[in-house]
Nanobody, 129 residues
Framework: QLQLVESGGGLVQPGGSLRLSCAAS????????IGWFRQAPGKEREGVSC????????YYADSVKGRFTISRDNAKNTVYLQMNSLKPEDTAVYYC??????????????????????WGQGTQVTVSS
């Protein structure tokens, strides 16, 4: 079965850290850019970060710059999102999505783009004291 599976979410206090994982099953991530998105209750899904398939180019939403880091380990067929200095407003369901090669869809169209090849099921992140 071809799918992306997110993990690593949970409950964390403000200022804490979490590392999310996006693992591919049934296919290799080597040729795909991976974007991270999040959706808070009552809000639209928004782009958080994206990494190209090969040259390591990354993109970050202004709200997470300096706090979140995206990385990929092609040997493990996994992309990570390290989230530090978490804030209550980071609370959301986090999703990863795959598109061919570069983050063009993520950069130009965001989460509404219909060209993503795979989506994960999401993992809940709750930042609360």
């Amino acid at each position: 079965q071809l799918q992306l599976v997110e993990s690593g979410g949970g409950l964390v206090q403000p200022g804490g850290s979490l590392r999310l994982s996006c693992a591919a099953s049934g296919f290799t991530l080597n040729d795909y850019a991976i974007g991270w998105f999040r959706q808070a209750p009552g809000k639209e899904r928004e782009g958080v970060s994206c990494v190209h398939s090969s040259d390591g180019t990354t993109y970050y939403a202004d709200s997470v710059k300096g706090r979140f880091t995206i990385s990929r380990d092609n040997a493990k067929n996994t992309v990570y999102l390290q989230m530090n200095s978490l804030k209550p407003e980071d609370t959301a369901v986090y999703y990863c999505a795959a598109e061919a090669l570069n983050c063009d869809g993520y950069y130009n169209y965001g989460s509404s783009w219909l060209g993503y090849d795979y989506w994960g099921q999401g993992t809940q992140v709750t930042v609360s004291s």
